[in-house]
């Protein structure tokens, strides 16, 4: 059976409570195990082939600190041929000119690295000035965005829709996956 690792950093719980979402959308189909980014090494990521991977972005589009103190390590992860999909949370109208560009960052090295990113998020919805996570043409993110501070309530709509997408993305049995 498949199983996937879902990877997050999460100073104030944002990004584990959507990691946790995530987790319990896709359960009715597939295993998901959590790995807090500072407890992992390159030996757990080679435990799968089909990665999520969650980062917050903090202020000037900065790392959050367990990806900091990790991305040294991350630089030593094969992600050749493993389908990788990414999601980030940031402030669109606080840090618009930096938004989610740690979930630029990440995708910069899994793709360096031979990863294979996937469900790439539309942009429609978001106001913001400019990120490191957009696609070459600027029409998606890299990944599903997320913001916290300013649009929670649309965070389990936007998990839902995403989900529809993984599941495409990594060859997961079409049913509903719900939010919990």
């Known amino acids: ?3 996937i690792g879902l990877f997050y950093g999460s100073s104030l719980g944002n990004t584990e409570a959507v990691a946790t979402k995530i ?15 500072v407890e992992s090494t390159p030996e757990t990521f080679e435990l799968y082939d089909f990665l999520i991977m969650g980062i917050p972005t903090w202020d000037f589009g900065e790392l959050q600190s367990d990806y900091e ?3 040294e390590m991350l630089e030593q992860v094969d992600f050749s041929g493993k389908v990788i999909a990414l999601f980030g949370l940031g402030d669109q109208f606080g840090y618009a000119d930096y938004f989610l560009d740690a979930m630029g960052a990440l995708h910069q090295l899994v ?48 998990i839902a829709g995403w989900l529809e997408l993984i599941k495409e993305d990594f060859g997961l049995q079409t049913t509903d996956l719900a939010i919990g």
Do not use: N
């Open 23 to 37: 987790q319990q959308g896709l359960a009715e189909v597939v295993e998901v195990v959590l790995h807090d980014i």
């Open 111 to 158: 793709i360096s690295q031979g990863g294979i990113t996937v469900s790439e998020w539309p942009v429609s919805g978001y106001d913001f000035e400019a990120s490191k996570a957009l696609t070459e043409d600027g029409q998606h993110f890299v990944g599903l965005a997320l913001d916290e501070d300013q649009q929670f309530e649309l965070t389990d709509e936007r």
């Open 69 to 71: 103190d990790q991305w």
């Open 1 to 3: 059976m498949l199983t």
